[in-house]
């Protein structure tokens, strides 16, 4: 396929078709920034037509979460280094403050901020434009202060409550969960591409995706602080998880913008059996019967009518549901071996105990940095540090990798420009040592592939090249300088090609996933360092690649960050996310 049929939608072609590879190609290369165009965009902010942030479901009851209880109190004395350790914590029963915690940590509003009249939101899940195009679902048991029967429940984070969506039937519920233990439970994400595309244009698709991986990435956090384990389901298609969510139903979303399902994970709050507690690589997880969770969808009684988010809409981008439609169904299972990866040992020397945050002050005051200082530089350890928290362990027990059944695809560039013993320059961490003599190969050949002298062994961090390289970072940022002003930034380069030609199109959304797992990690570890990150979801595709001499379409930049000390906007007042009552009401 050449260039010019990169730039065609399969409408535009004529072409229908295209194969879903073919698609999701056509749809990378078209929304590409390049420093004499950007990917297509309205180009003005439509205020008349920006969506809702809160989607709610007209007639479906809500049951409000508590926010003040006793179970709160110890989940706040969790260090934040726990997060990370598997069996650091005792599993909590399943219950409504438990699940109040669960989604407090996950999906949850962290903080309001208002300047000049005008207020918004702020969230436990980064998103890209603070948009938040992320809805997130629940499939539960009949459950004490919920209902009596199993439900499906969409989560409102504005009102911190679950709004009843569906009663299952017991006896399927029964049957659905049987080979797992007491309090398992489903949740589910999708996306609202209108909210990303009002802002972004084509391109928009791209952040949803990384917004679902950051969804993923604060649920296997607020998950970890109750000592639970979170495994994203494969071999689940696109459609059946649409009828699980209820989101295939064209009478509940009369006028409304619909949702495109995303993943499903299951979550386990007890044990496999009664010897030792359920933590297990995903692909060796019994398997959902497939059969029993499309009845149990069809058989529910649903409740609730989808809101409007905008009266209007500015305009329609048509690429944006043909990619959606080709990455929609992920139909093949993992079962990808972790032989070669390195020990927690040879990740952290020694491993991490110790740390200065809880772990719900690291999660509920993650902010993404608006702008950095220029100035502030971090020691190598912490830099080794937060780079050793992305890499997997080789018994797959490293969280939040435990969550994913593949082997890393997105590897990261670094443009480090002030970390105290580390000489200012390119790196590259190589998050899967069975890829490095790859990477190696389509990147430069006069490269350096040096061995910082105090990196830790299980890290496969090489330098490339000396230099500052902070314009440089700018540049391909689209011109943005916190690219530059902070101690370090990144870009993410996938292992585009393979990864889709052994797992199809659907994959696409898989890397975005990764990449944006990536990000909820360093935000975290940001917040614990004492500084903080942002995600950079602007940047012109192809002069990364040029930077590295990459030549091919096999491998493709897929997200940008940055690292650093913040300057805050005193200009803003800052309000807590809730403000309850006494009795939470």
Same mark, same amino acid.
Request: aromatic share 10%; proline share 6%.
């Given at each position: 396929?050449?260039?010019?049929?990169?730039?065609?939608?399969?409408?535009?072609?004529?072409?229908?078709?295209?194969?879903?590879?073919?698609?999701?190609?056509?749809?990378?290369?078209?929304?590409?920034?390049?420093?004499?165009?950007?990917?297509?965009?309205?180009?003005?902010?439509?205020?008349?037509?920006?969506?809702?942030?809160?989607?709610?479901?007209?007639?479906?009851?809500?049951?409000?979460?508590?926010?003040?209880?006793?179970?709160?109190?110890?989940?706040?004395?969790?260090?934040?280094?726990?997060?990370?350790?598997?069996?650091?914590?005792?599993?909590?029963?399943?219950?409504?403050?438990?699940?109040?915690?669960?989604?407090?940590?996950?999906?949850?509003?962290?903080?309001?901020?208002?300047?000049?009249?005008?207020?918004?939101?702020?969230?436990?899940?980064?998103?890209?434009?603070?948009?938040?195009?992320?809805?997130?679902?629940?499939?539960?048991?009949?459950?004490?202060?919920?209902?009596? +029967?199993?439900?499906?429940?969409?989560?409102?984070?504005?009102?911190?409550?679950?709004?009843?969506?569906?009663?299952?039937?017991?006896?399927?519920?029964?049957?659905?969960?049987?080979?797992?233990?007491?309090?398992?439970? =489903?949740?589910?994400?999708?996306?609202?591409?209108?909210?990303?595309?009002?802002?972004?244009?084509?391109?928009?698709?791209?952040?949803?995706?990384?917004?679902?991986?950051?969804?993923?990435?604060?649920? +296997?956090?607020?998950?970890?602080?109750?000592?639970?384990?979170?495994?994203?389901?494969?071999?689940?298609?696109?459609?059946?998880?649409?009828?699980?969510?209820?989101?295939?139903?064209?009478?509940?979303?009369?006028?409304?913008?619909?949702?495109?399902?995303?993943?499903?994970?299951?979550?386990?709050?007890?044990?496999?059996?009664?010897?030792?507690?359920?933590?297990v690589p995903p692909n060796l997880l019994p398997k959902?019967?497939?059969?029993?969770?499309?009845? =149990?969808?069809?058989?529910?009684?649903?409740?609730?009518?989808?809101?409007?988010?905008?009266?209007?809409?500015?305009?329609?981008?048509?690429?944006?549901?043909?990619?959606?439609?080709?990455? =929609?169904?992920?139909?093949?299972?993992?079962?990808?071996?972790?032989?070669?990866?390195?020990?927690?040992?040879?990740?952290?020397?020694?491993?991490?105990?110790?740390?200065?945050?809880?772990?719900?002050?690291?999660?509920?005051?993650?902010?993404?940095?608006?702008?950095?200082?220029?100035?502030?530089?971090?020691?190598?350890?912490?830099?080794?540090?937060?780079?050793?928290?992305?890499?997997?362990?080789?018994?797959?027990?490293?969280?939040?990798?435990?969550?994913?059944?593949?082997?890393?695809?997105?590897?990261?560039?670094?443009?480090?420009?002030?970390?105290?013993?580390?000489?200012?320059?390119?790196?590259?961490?190589?998050?899967?040592?069975?890829?490095?003599?790859?990477?190696?190969?389509?990147?430069?050949?006069?490269?350096?592939?040096?061995?910082?002298?105090?990196?830790?062994?299980?890290?496969?961090?090489?330098?490339?090249?000396?230099?500052?390289? +902070?314009?440089?970072?700018?540049?391909?940022?689209?011109?943005?300088?916190?690219?530059?002003?902070?101690?370090?930034?990144?870009?993410?380069?996938?292992?585009?090609?393979?990864?889709?030609?052994?797992?199809?199109?659907?994959?696409?959304?898989?890397?975005?996933?990764?990449?944006?797992?990536?990000?909820?990690v360093l935000y975290l570890e940001a917040e614990e360092?004492?500084?903080?990150?942002?995600?950079?979801?602007?940047?012109?595709?192809?002069?990364?690649?040029?930077?590295?001499?990459?030549?091919?379409?096999?491998?493709?930049?897929?997200?940008h960050f940055t690292v650093g000390s913040p300057l805050?906007?005193?200009?803003?007042?800052?309000?807590?996310?809730?403000?309850?009552?006494?009795?939470?009401?």
């Amino acid at each position: 396929m050449d260039n010019k049929n990169y730039q065609l939608s399969a409408t535009e072609s004529g072409n229908r078709d295209l194969s879903a590879i073919d698609v999701v190609l056509a749809y990378h290369e078209r929304t590409k920034h390049h420093p004499h165009r950007y990917a297509a965009a309205l180009g003005y902010m439509d205020w008349a037509t920006q969506p809702n942030p809160f989607r709610r479901y007209d007639g479906a009851s809500l049951i409000k979460l508590p926010l003040r209880l006793p179970l709160a109190k110890k989940s706040r004395e969790l260090s934040y280094w726990q997060l990370f350790v598997p069996s650091n914590v005792e599993p909590v029963p399943l219950s409504i403050d438990s699940i109040s915690i669960f989604f407090r940590y996950a999906l949850s509003l962290t903080a309001w901020k208002s300047y000049e009249g005008s207020m918004w939101s702020l969230r436990a899940n980064p998103s890209s434009g603070n948009l938040h195009p992320t809805e997130g679902y629940a499939v539960l048991p009949a459950l004490d202060a919920v209902h009596d +029967r199993p439900g499906v429940y969409h989560y409102a984070p504005k009102e911190h409550g679950l709004e009843r969506r569906a009663d299952c039937n017991p006896s399927l519920w029964t049957r659905l969960m049987a080979d797992f233990p007491e309090g398992s439970f =489903l949740v589910g994400l999708s996306s609202i591409h209108w909210r990303e595309a009002w802002k972004y244009g084509e391109r928009a698709f791209r952040y949803c995706q990384h917004d679902v991986g950051h969804a993923l990435g604060t649920m +296997r956090f607020g998950a970890a602080a109750l000592g639970w384990q979170l495994y994203l389901i494969d071999g689940v298609s696109g459609a059946t998880v649409s009828q699980l969510l209820g989101l295939d139903r064209d009478a509940d979303y009369v006028g409304a913008e619909r949702e495109n399902p995303e993943l499903m994970a299951l979550i386990v709050p007890g044990e496999l059996n009664k010897s030792r507690r359920l933590n297990v690589p995903p692909n060796l997880l019994p398997k959902l019967p497939l059969e029993v969770l499309c009845e =149990l969808a069809a058989t529910a009684e649903w409740h609730g009518q989808a809101n409007t988010l905008s009266t209007e809409h500015s305009a329609h981008w048509h690429v944006i549901d043909e990619v959606a439609q080709a990455t =929609l169904h992920q139909e093949k299972c993992f079962d990808e071996g972790f032989t070669g990866f390195p020990s927690e040992e040879e990740l952290f020397i020694p491993p991490v105990r110790v740390g200065s945050l809880s772990a719900e002050t690291a999660i509920q005051q993650r902010r993404s940095a608006q702008s950095l200082d220029a100035s502030t530089a971090i020691s190598d350890h912490t830099f080794f540090q937060m780079l050793a928290r992305l890499v997997p362990t080789h018994d797959k027990r490293s969280i939040p990798w435990d969550a994913i059944a593949w082997r890393p695809r997105i590897h990261l560039v670094l443009f480090v420009h002030r970390v105290t013993g580390l000489t200012p320059g390119i790196y590259v961490l190589v998050r899967d040592p069975e890829k490095s003599a790859s990477i190696q190969k389509v990147f430069h050949q006069d490269f350096l592939w040096q061995r910082p002298p105090s990196c830790p062994p299980g890290l496969q961090l090489y330098l490339l090249k000396t230099g500052d390289f +902070r314009s440089l970072a700018v540049d391909v940022s689209c011109g943005q300088d916190i690219a530059g002003d902070g101690a370090f930034s990144l870009g993410m380069i996938a292992d585009y090609a393979e990864s889709l030609a052994v797992y199809g199109a659907a994959f696409y959304k898989n890397l975005f996933w990764e990449a944006g797992l990536v990000g909820s990690v360093l935000y975290l570890e940001a917040e614990e360092a004492g500084v903080r990150a942002t995600g950079i979801g602007c940047y012109f595709d192809d002069p990364v690649h040029e930077v590295l001499g990459i030549s091919s379409r096999d491998w493709q930049s897929f997200y940008h960050f940055t690292v650093g000390s913040p300057l805050e906007d005193s200009r803003l007042t800052t309000l807590p996310g809730y403000d309850r009552g006494p009795n939470d009401d």
